[in-house]
Structure formats: structure tokens, C-alpha cells
């Protein structure tokens, strides 16, 4: 279980002095989370392992490039991980061919979840106060937030999810954005 408690600002300095405990510290930390971080992006686990271990390569040799004043430590792994996966994702293509019973399928749940999309998709609850700042905004704004920055997806695929205009699915992201900003400060 994460320990939000821990300084990840402080270990990543501690790993741009070369302490491998502090990379250790970190991966103990987050690894499992950012495993299930880009999983969810990537769809396959093997690959997100990959990732990962990757991304804490990245973690190690870029952590002299962690600037506190911008975010926080914990944030900045969160963003070197997903990052490697979206740019796994884009490398992939986008492209998939299928045959009509697997074309049908896909359009039923799609139906489905644009069904649901009033409703919270993501299980994201927490006592910190991100989360009680997401707790404020609507659940469909939430769920594009999530889409957008859990999954990886485009403002165009979350629009195609959700059958909404690709305009207001970027208007309720920047606002939903703005409205945690103010939140948190």
C-alpha cells in the first residue's frame, strides 16, 4: 500500500546524489500503483511491466530534472510512467481490424457506457485532498479527467466514449482542471 506520508521529492534529490536505497524506497512506494497506472493505458501487463521498469530507468537517471516548484515528486513519477505508455500506445497504432460479430459487440458497449456516463467509472475515492476536490466536480467531468489522464485516451477518443461533442468534452476538462487548481490552493 502507498505510503502518501513519505517525501518523494526528497528521495528523488536523494537519488540525483546516486543513493540506489532511495530509487528503492520509491519503487517500493509506487511501483504497484504505476503498474496499474499503465496497465490501464497499455492493456497488457507483460508490456506495462516493461514500461515500468523502464520509466524507473528514467526515474533514476532523469531525477536531477525533478523541480519541486512544479509539482510534486510523487506527481512527476506518476507523469514519467505515463508518459512512456501513451508514447508505447501512439508507436502501436490505432488501427485494429475485426470481423462484424467483434464490430457489433464493441458498439454495444459502447452504447452501454454512454448509458452510464453519469456516473462515476473510475473506484478513486481517497481521504487526501485531491480527492476531496474531485469529489466536488460532476461525475461525467470527473470520469473525462480520469479518461484523459488514467487511461491516456485523446479529447476525441473520451468524446467518442462518452457521445459528446469533442468541444464540450475539452471545455469540461480545462474547467475541471481549473476548478481542482482552485481547490487545492
Not at 517500493?28 to 521498469?53: F, K, M, P, T
Not at 508514447?87 to 462484424?100: A, I, K, S
Not at 485516451?153 to 468534452?169: C, F, K, N, Q
Request: glycine residues 8%.
Amino acid at each position: 500500500m502507498t505510503d502518501h506520508h513519505h517525501d518523494h521529492g526528497r528521495l528523488l534529490v536523494a537519488c540525483a546524489e546516486g543513493d540506489q536505497g532511495a530509487l528503492q524506497t520509491l519503487y517500493q512506494l509506487e511501483g504497484a500503483c504505476l503498474l496499474g497506472v499503465v496497465q490501464r493505458i497499455v492493456h497488457d501487463r507483460a508490456v506495462a511491466e516493461d514500461i515500468i521498469h523502464d520509466a524507473f530507468v528514467n526515474i533514476w537517471t532523469r531525477s536531477h530534472t525533478f523541480d519541486a516548484g512544479r509539482g510534486s515528486g510523487r506527481t512527476w513519477m506518476f507523469s514519467v510512467a505515463r508518459h512512456l505508455a501513451l508514447n508505447h500506445v501512439r508507436r502501436q497504432g490505432r488501427e485494429v481490424t475485426v470481423n462484424d460479430d467483434h464490430a457489433e459487440r464493441l458498439e454495444a458497449e459502447r452504447s452501454l457506457d454512454a448509458g452510464t456516463a453519469m456516473e462515476d467509472t473510475f473506484d478513486w475515492q481517497g481521504r487526501g485532498d485531491l480527492d476531496r476536490c474531485l469529489s466536488a466536480l460532476e461525475p461525467e467531468r470527473r470520469n473525462c479527467l480520469f479518461h484523459a489522464y488514467v487511461d491516456g485516451y485523446s479529447h476525441s477518443e473520451i468524446a467518442e466514449r462518452l457521445d459528446r461533442p469533442l468541444g464540450t468534452v475539452k471545455a469540461w476538462i480545462k474547467r475541471s482542471l481549473h476548478t481542482l487548481r482552485e481547490c487545492l490552493s
